[in-house]
């Protein structure tokens, strides 16, 4: 991306699946819970930084600085089973 462009990530989370929830599909729900929350604590604590607005429940777009950091230490943390 250019410099002193912004950028935009559009992130889509597939399709809902319907019946019985798997243990994948339990673990894909842990996995946006958590991305997602990360996203919009970034976006709650620096607002002039970073924006997240949901169009949907499948879809979220992000506009600004991610700390990748703290959005991994979010999602390793669902993953062991963390808050």
Do not use: C, Y
């Not at 842990?30 to 997602?36: C, R, S, T």
């Not at 607005?53 to 703290?70: C, Q, R, T, Y």
């Amino acid at each position: 991306m250019p410099s002193g462009t912004k950028g935009i990530a559009r992130l889509w989370f597939g399709s809902k699946k319907k019946g019985r929830p798997t243990e994948k599909h339990m673990l894909e729900e842990k996995l946006k819970e958590a991305i997602i929350g990360e996203l919009k604590r970034q976006a709650a604590n620096r607002p002039q930084s970073l924006r997240v607005e949901g169009s949907s429940e499948e879809e979220l777009v992000v506009n600004g600085k991610i700390d990748l950091a703290d959005l991994a230490m979010a999602i390793a943390g669902s993953v062991a089973g963390g808050p």
